[in-house]
């Protein structure tokens, strides 16, 4: 009985021992492998990014850019003696001059980009003389201004495509007056005290709308 039992032992032993034994798994070739991870052969680069200019619109308004642009070879013959933006009326703290008295009108001068133009002695200031302001106003502004100066008792009406505002006092001491002009988002305001021959307003006008 033990021997039939080792035999059977025996055989099961031979029987395992000639059963194939199995393989590691292997990776799958061929059109069923799995596709490579794409690995990247440098840093990507970003794209440089060029900004939109931007568009200034031109609204065709006059922008002179220096007094000696406002008048004519005639007009600064017509001056005399008196010398365009004297050394003493520019120097470092020299007391600021305007083209009104008015108070009002001053704080839009002084709010607004301007271009002062004075004609004065080239001794020092004097009796005699004109400042001019060129005021680049907005429509608010040059309503504003309007306003005032028909409240300030001014002579006001149209000319030259604008509008003109005058007013001269004459005393013993002499002639002192302002006169005014609104066109197209400009304002030029002038004072005069004893000087400013005939036309002075209009060679301006003439000569900043040469273009219009």
């Not at 007094?67 to 520019?90: F, H, I, K």
Request: aromatic residues 6%; charged residues 15%; glycine residues 8%.
């Amino acid at each position: 009985m033990l021997l039939a039992v080792a035999v059977i032992a025996v055989v099961v032993l031979v029987v395992l021992a000639l059963l194939p034994r199995g393989t590691s798994p292997t990776t799958p070739t061929g059109p069923d492998a799995p596709a490579a991870r794409p690995v990247p052969s440098s840093p990507a680069t970003a794209l440089p990014i060029t900004p939109t200019p931007t568009l200034v619109a031109d609204d065709g308004t006059p922008r002179p850019t220096n007094c000696d642009e406002l008048y004519s070879p005639s007009m600064v013959e017509a001056m005399g003696d008196l010398v365009l933006n004297p050394a003493w009326a520019t120097a470092p703290g020299a007391e600021v001059l305007y083209g009104s008295d008015d108070a009002a009108l001053r704080r839009v001068i002084d709010t607004a980009e301007n271009l002062t133009c004075i004609w004065g002695t080239a001794a020092g200031g004097s009796d005699t003389g004109v400042v001019t302001d060129l005021v680049r106003v907005t429509p608010a502004q040059s309503g504003a201004v309007k306003a005032r100066l028909e409240e300030a008792g001014l002579r006001c009406y149209e000319e030259l495509e604008g509008l003109r505002c005058v007013i001269q006092t004459t005393t013993e001491s002499g002639t002192f007056g302002e006169s005014h002009f609104l066109r197209d988002g400009i304002w030029l305001a002038t004072k005069y005290t004893n000087a400013g021959p005939d036309g002075y307003t209009h060679d301006i006008i003439a000569n900043v709308w040469k273009a219009a």
